[in-house]
């Protein structure tokens, strides 16, 4: 099978790469650093299947075109696409299929938002409707800085058009858990279960990003807890897709919060998670393209259930300078080959090569480097050792990525 990978960043590496195991890849764009990358336009590349792996081109409908031109996609159309595309509209089609998540409100006016706003009582939480790189949502105990966080989306300042309406929720707490499931439009399967970190900084500290790592299996979430999942959030969520004549066929990705009250949903995306990719992916032993382009097809039963192997991933994401604000850019990245000689994967995002062919940076998360071990534990030593031979003047990286995951603990 040949497949085309659509998509420039470390999620469509590790797509590719596993993807690889057991059919030709071709990557579009792709990057300096992924192999078999190509600057042409999907729809003019021949191949059996069609991943796409970021959210923008496929709320732009880029997976409806392919299938218009009788090609083989995974992931949803523009319509299915919305979940991630309008949060306002993904919080109404939770309340439609009665799915468990944070009271909330969507607003376009400043007065009834704020009203709202001091209805909650905090922490609270500023969403923008569209899509902002993971980057659009505020957590905050203080009101005011809610409310001034409010006018600056509403008035566009700050994330533009896509802060123009915002959702206003009540602030949960609890572990975070991300559970992907693939769809075929009528039935779901899902991937083993993920923890990121959005934060930038150790201990949740500073402002949200699109991931500074995550590790699977994760402990807490056996298959009690993903079998709640599937019944609770993905079957009624693609039941209610299809009630409105969705035809669902890509990830789910069901980004989740364990709160004392039991699971609610914080968001869905519909791709794959980047960084989950990496760590979700590199542990399956059954075969991705047999699985995504049955998914495609629209018959799941057609390929085996997803397996996984026993050993932990932890990846570790190497940011530029600023990052996820004002990013600098071009300086030299040194040791990557130290950090593959260790056994880890290098799965690269923002990377270029400067006018001398060496890998430079080009963006904010540069490198995810995933280690491997028999436990998450070990997998975290395996990482932070091979992204400790990485360096480029201003890299930074969270110190705390799987830290509270005890020795002992597995969860397949
Ligand atoms: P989202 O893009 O909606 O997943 O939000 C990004 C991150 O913000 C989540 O991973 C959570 O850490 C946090 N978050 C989102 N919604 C809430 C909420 N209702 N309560 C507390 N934290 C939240």
Redesign the pocket.
């Known amino acids: 099978m040949r497949v085309c990978v659509v998509g420039s960043g470390g999620r469509e590496h590790a797509l590719a790469e596993v993807l690889g195991r057991t059919a030709e890849v071709v990557v579009t764009p792709g990057n300096a650093a992924i192999p078999g990358s190509r600057s042409v336009p999907p729809e003019e590349i021949d191949a059996d299947l069609f991943v796409v792996g970021p959210e923008a081109p496929l709320v732009d409908g880029l997976a409806d075109r392919l299938r218009a031109a009788g090609r083989l996609a995974f992931g949803p159309g523009a319509d299915g696409a919305r979940l991630e595309g309008s949060?306002a509209w993904m919080k109404d089609l939770l309340a439609a299929a009665a799915v468990p998540?944070?009271r909330?409100g969507s607003f376009t006016e400043e007065a009834a938002a704020l009203g709202f706003l001091r209805t909650l009582p905090g922490?609270w939480?500023v969403?923008t409707d569209g899509l902002a790189a993971?980057k659009?949502?505020l957590?905050t105990g203080r009101l005011d800085e809610a409310e001034d966080d409010v006018r600056a989306k509403l008035a566009g300042e700050s994330f533009g058009d896509a802060g123009r309406t915002v959702v206003i929720?009540?602030?949960?707490?609890g572990p975070?858990l991300s559970v992907l499931a693939v769809c075929d439009g009528r039935r779901a399967v899902p991937l083993a279960p993920a923890q990121?970190f959005?934060?930038v900084g150790d201990d949740?500290t500073g402002p949200?990003t699109g991931g500074m790592g995550a590790y699977s299996p994760v402990p807490f979430a056996g298959a009690a807890v993903v079998g709640t999942v599937m019944d609770t959030f993905v079957e009624p969520t693609l039941a209610e897709l299809r009630r409105r004549g969705i035809d669902y066929r890509g990830v789910l990705y069901a980004?989740l919060?364990l709160t004392p009250d039991g699971p609610?949903l914080?968001?869905y995306?519909v791709r794959f998670g980047d960084p989950e990719a990496q760590v979700v992916l590199p542990r399956l032993t059954s075969d991705l393209a047999e699985l995504l382009a049955a998914a495609a097809g629209g018959d799941l039963r057609r390929a085996p259930g997803p397996a996984f192997g026993d050993d932990a991933c932890v990846t570790v994401v190497l940011a530029s300078e600023g990052y996820p604000g004002k990013l600098r850019r071009g300086d030299v990245i040194e040791g990557l080959d130290a950090a593959t000689a260790l056994g880890a994967t290098v799965f690269a995002a923002g990377v270029a090569r400067d006018g001398d062919g060496r890998l430079v940076t080009a963006g904010g998360r540069v490198p995810a480097v995933t280690g491997t071990g028999a436990t998450v534990a070990a997998a975290r030593r395996h990482a932070y050792a091979a992204a400790g031979c990485v360096s480029w003047p201003g890299m930074h990286f969270r110190s705390d990525i799987a830290r509270n995951v005890s020795e002992e603990a597995r969860t397949a």
């Open positions: 949060k998540t944070a909330y922490p939480v969403k993971g659009g949502v957590v929720e009540e602030g949960l707490s975070e990121d959005k934060r949740d949200n980004g919060m609610r914080l968001e995306n």
